[in-house]
């Protein structure tokens, strides 16, 4: 048969892993999905900036692959047609036509349009949005994307820095916790003893505590007895 203290603290580490488990996973894809959404938008920023300064198409594809180099950034231009104008990561003359691509149909008919695909070009999990812009009174779909693998990088290290802190607090709880268990099970190691001696007749004479009114009482009724 276990201590009472033993049991207590089986029961307290259980209910510490469960918490950690359930609530790191959620922790980590909140984490996740806000960072997701913070790309989206810093990707937005970014065709607006470049479609503010795409007037000279003679220059964009050192416009693009510029970007590239400074935000490690995929940069596509494309035509209402779906035609490639400029492409950062490839030559765009051997480019499959992009008028059906998910996110340019999405950006068609909403504000804007962003999705989640593995990139053959790159051969790495992309994360891409794209924009409906107005140059020189056509229409063309500026779209930016970003490597998945930095956004769940920049994730992991968020969790870990938010796990970190809370399981620094779950140790210095666990740590009072169990103070307090001893502090309890030693008060009843004292009543258990001067029961003892009582079985025994040893006339033991008083016993007393002072750690919570609870076991002041029990010892004053002992005393009593």
Request: without cysteine; charged residues 25%; proline residues 0%.
């Amino acid at each position: 048969m276990l201590r009472l203290h033993d049991i207590f603290l089986r029961k307290l580490v259980l209910v510490f892993l469960v918490h950690f488990i359930v609530l790191g996973t959620g922790l980590y894809f909140w984490i996740k999905d806000i960072y997701i959404e913070q790309s989206k938008i810093d990707l937005l920023h970014n065709i607006s900036i470049l479609s503010t300064q795409a007037h000279n198409f003679d220059k964009i594809d050192s416009t693009v692959f510029n970007i590239k180099k400074e935000t490690n950034l995929r940069v596509t231009i494309i035509a209402e047609d779906g035609a490639i104008i400029a492409e950062s990561d490839r030559d765009k003359a051997g480019m499959d036509n992009h008028k059906n691509r998910s996110e340019i149909i999405s950006a068609k008919h909403n504000e804007y349009g962003s999705t989640t695909r593995y990139s053959d070009t790159l051969e790495t999990k992309l994360f891409y949005v794209a924009k409906k812009v107005t140059i020189q009174n056509k229409t063309y779909y500026i779209r930016m994307a970003r490597d998945i693998d930095d956004i769940v990088d920049s994730s992991i290290l968020i969790f870990i820095k938010v796990a970190s802190l809370f399981l620094l607090f779950a140790a210095f709880t666990l740590w009072l916790i169990i103070k307090v268990s001893r502090d309890i099970e030693n008060e009843t190691e004292n009543i258990l003893g001067f029961l003892k001696d009582m079985s025994q007749q040893n006339r033991a004479s008083s016993i007393k505590s002072s750690y919570s009114v609870e076991f002041h009482k029990i010892t004053k009724l002992l005393t009593n007895t």
